[in-house]
């Protein structure tokens, strides 16, 4: 028998102000599309921006349903909405910031499961990281600097 150990750094900033200009610029519009988020169930916005290599910006932010299941995360949305009108663009980093609508969410929220399945799988097709930079609405910043360090043993298209 022998033992694998994963191990994952994540970088943490005190604000946003610590962050480089660009990814500065990159959470100022994951702002603005949280603050458009369509969250009458759930009262929490996410806002997601990524940042592709072309240069454009392209974002998202959650759409929720009555029928609860058919709702979509903000990083899908972003991240289907760059696949579907920028395909094999790569995406160099993704900035998300999410937040309950009653109070000030000050924690770093981390993308879902399946949402880092479904931005995996951009990153394994580039064979190229995505940066994730996550926060609240305020607070600190958590830099990964890939999708996969957030989703060891991921199930990929390699395996099919
Ligand atoms: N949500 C996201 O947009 N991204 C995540 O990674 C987790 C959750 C959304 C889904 C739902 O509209 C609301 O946040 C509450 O779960």
């Known amino acids: 028998m ?16 610590n962050l480089p200009d660009s990814i500065q610029e990159l959470m100022n519009k994951a702002h603005e599309a949280r603050n458009n988020a369509y969250a009458p169930y759930s009262h929490f916005k996410v806002g997601a921006a ?8 392209v974002t998202g932010n959650n759409q929720e349903n009555a ?9 899908r949305v972003a991240a289907f909405n760059a696949g579907a009108n920028n395909p094999n663009v790569k ?3 993704m900035a998300l910031t999410a937040g309950s609508v009653q109070h000030k ?12 399945q479904s931005l995996a799988e951009y990153e394994v ?14 607070g600190k910043v958590v830099k990964s600097k890939s999708v996969q360090d957030l989703l060891p ?7 099919l």
């Open 67 to 75: 029928a609860f299941p058919s709702g979509l995360c903000a990083e």
């Open 125 to 138: 097709n580039q064979e190229q990281p995505i940066a994730l930079y996550f926060m609240g609405a305020t």
């Open 91 to 93: 995406m160099l980093a």
């Open 50 to 57: 990524i940042a592709l290599e072309n240069g454009e910006i």
């Open 105 to 116: 969410t000050k924690v770093p929220i981390p993308p879902c499961g399946a949402c880092r």
């Open 2 to 17: 022998k033992k694998i150990k994963i191990e994952t750094e994540l970088e943490v900033f005190e604000s946003v102000s």
């Open 153 to 159: 043993l991921i199930f990929d298209n390699t395996y």
